[in-house]
């Protein structure tokens, strides 16, 4: 039987990083004999301009009869002047809400081939290996907004069952790696903040007492993962939180454009995306670093349809590129060249298939 697979390219860079992400899944489905669907639909800037809205419901449909999404990127300065209501953005919380994608799992682990890449001494790189689960469906984001010419007002709200979720699929995950979690929050000023720490020392008090359990205030957190990154197992935190720090991490493994992400929930299709944004202002030019999303679709491959072989296969595949000095610009080695996008992506399918 085979599994149903949708890919929203989207905007900007996203198309063509998506591109590179779907030559590897269906290159290693071939050589490991994993049956797929594959189907595209638009959604984001791309939805606006054709369908008038960032999140169609006949993409919306497609992803709910799907064993998987894949998404590349939305939004650009094209839609800027849009209602908020219409911009692409929204089409990308729409989806995760219509699914119920309450957590966005982010890896972030050091290559030493790609120490020169970081801003950090290569000595606080090492074994650094973290996976950060942002909780992606309350908090800020989403709560109630308006805004005048001269005031405005975001609102953030988390139930108990919101936190309880997301800090259970966080635990589950420290189980199975290094068994340690630090939540993060704002506890200190937030009353929501106050909240999730409650919850979450009952949570891994009464369900998880194996757990080496610490607690983080958020710019705290801020300045440890750069201090002491390698001391992280898995991070748990809230919607806004989890945004910032994860594009702050990604600065440990050398660009934002090496990271996947995958967002669950608890049952249906889940989500996975490069956590880069659609970068508008290399468009086109064959310059943008498609590592993030090939190894999304390796966690589409592990997570959701369950290959893990198939998911190492493509790991595997990068990494060797990269330590091979086969770089996009972003991440150029000591000798100044680089390749584009498309050219990575060849790579990549020509270590899968050589190995």
Same mark, same amino acid.
Request: with cysteine; net charge negative.
């Given at each position: 039987?085979?599994?149903?697979?949708?890919?929203?390219?989207?905007?900007?860079?996203?198309?063509?990083?998506?591109?590179?992400?779907?030559?590897?899944?269906?290159?290693?489905?071939?050589?490991?004999?994993?049956?797929?669907?594959?189907?595209?639909?638009?959604?984001?800037?791309?939805?606006?301009?054709?369908?008038?809205?960032?999140?169609?419901?006949?993409?919306? &449909?497609?992803?709910?009869?799907?064993?998987?999404?894949?998404?590349?990127?939305?939004?650009?300065?094209?839609?800027?002047?849009?209602?908020?209501?219409?911009?692409?953005?929204?089409?990308? !919380?729409?989806?995760?809400?219509? !699914?119920?994608?309450?957590?966005?799992?982010?890896?972030?682990?050091?290559?030493?081939?790609?120490? =020169?890449?970081?801003?950090?001494?290569?000595?606080?790189?090492?074994?650094?290996?973290?996976?950060?689960?942002?909780?992606?469906?309350?908090?800020?984001?989403?709560?109630?907004?308006?805004?005048?010419?001269?005031?405005?007002?975001?609102?953030?709200?988390?139930?108990?069952?919101?936190?309880?979720?997301?800090?259970?699929?966080?635990?589950?995950?420290?189980k199975k790696r290094r068994g340690k979690i630090t939540s993060v929050d704002?506890?200190?000023?937030?009353?929501?903040?106050?909240?999730?720490?409650?919850?979450?020392?009952?949570?891994?008090?009464?369900?998880?007492?194996?757990?080496?359990?610490?607690?983080?205030?958020?710019?705290?957190?801020?300045?440890?993962? $750069?201090?002491?990154? &390698?001391?992280?197992?898995?991070?748990?935190?809230?919607?806004?939180?989890?945004?910032?720090?994860?594009?702050?991490?990604?600065?440990?493994?050398? =660009?934002?454009?090496? $990271?996947?992400?995958?967002?669950?929930?608890?049952?249906?299709?889940?989500?996975?995306?490069?956590?880069?944004?659609?970068?508008?202002?290399?468009?086109? $030019?064959?310059?943008?670093?498609?590592?993030?999303?090939?190894?999304?679709?390796?966690?589409?491959?592990?997570?959701?349809?369950?290959?893990?072989?198939?998911?190492?296969?493509?790991?595997?595949?990068?990494?060797?590129?990269?330590?091979?000095?086969?770089?996009?610009?972003?991440?150029?080695?000591?000798?100044?060249?680089?390749?584009?996008?498309?050219?990575?992506? &060849?790579?990549?399918?020509?270590? $899968?298939? =050589?190995?």
């Open positions: 039987m085979s599994s149903k697979i949708v890919f929203l390219p989207g905007d900007g860079v996203g198309p063509s990083v998506t591109a590179q992400a779907r030559a590897a899944i269906e290159t290693v489905a071939d050589i490991h004999g994993i049956a797929l669907q594959c189907s595209e639909a638009r959604m984001g800037g791309a939805a606006i301009d054709a369908d008038g809205s960032p999140l169609p419901e006949s993409t919306l &449909a497609a992803c709910r009869d799907s064993d998987a999404v894949f998404l590349g990127a939305v939004g650009g300065p094209k839609w800027a002047n849009v209602p908020v209501e219409l911009r692409p953005e929204q089409g990308l !919380l729409g989806l995760r809400k219509a !699914l119920g994608l309450f957590a966005n799992l982010r890896p972030v682990i050091t290559l030493p081939a790609l120490s =020169s890449a970081s801003p950090l001494k290569a000595e606080r790189l090492a074994n650094v290996d973290i996976m950060v689960v942002r909780e992606l469906t309350g908090g800020i984001y989403f709560g109630k907004r308006a805004r005048t010419d001269t005031s405005a007002f975001d609102t953030c709200e988390y139930t108990a069952e919101e936190i309880e979720r997301v800090c259970r699929a966080a635990a589950d995950l420290a704002k506890a200190n000023v937030l009353d929501t903040s106050r909240l999730w720490r409650d919850v979450a020392t009952q949570i891994f008090a009464d369900e998880y007492p194996e757990l080496e359990v610490e607690h983080l205030l958020v710019d705290a957190a801020a300045m440890h993962l $750069l201090s002491r990154p &390698a001391d992280f197992d898995v991070i748990v935190t809230e919607n806004m939180f989890g945004d910032i720090l994860t594009d702050e991490a990604s600065m440990l493994a050398g =660009s934002l454009g090496l $990271l996947p992400s995958a967002s669950i929930g608890s049952e249906g299709p889940s989500l996975y995306e490069p956590i880069h944004g659609s970068a508008p202002d290399i468009a086109g $030019l064959d310059v943008a670093n498609p590592c993030g999303a090939i190894l999304s679709g390796a966690m589409l491959l592990r997570h959701a349809l369950h290959h893990a072989g198939a998911a190492a296969a493509i790991e595997s595949a990068v990494t060797s590129c990269l330590e091979r000095g086969i770089r996009t610009r972003d991440v150029v080695g000591a000798d100044g060249k680089s390749v584009g996008t498309e050219a990575f992506g &060849a790579a990549v399918i020509a270590e $899968l298939k =050589s190995a």
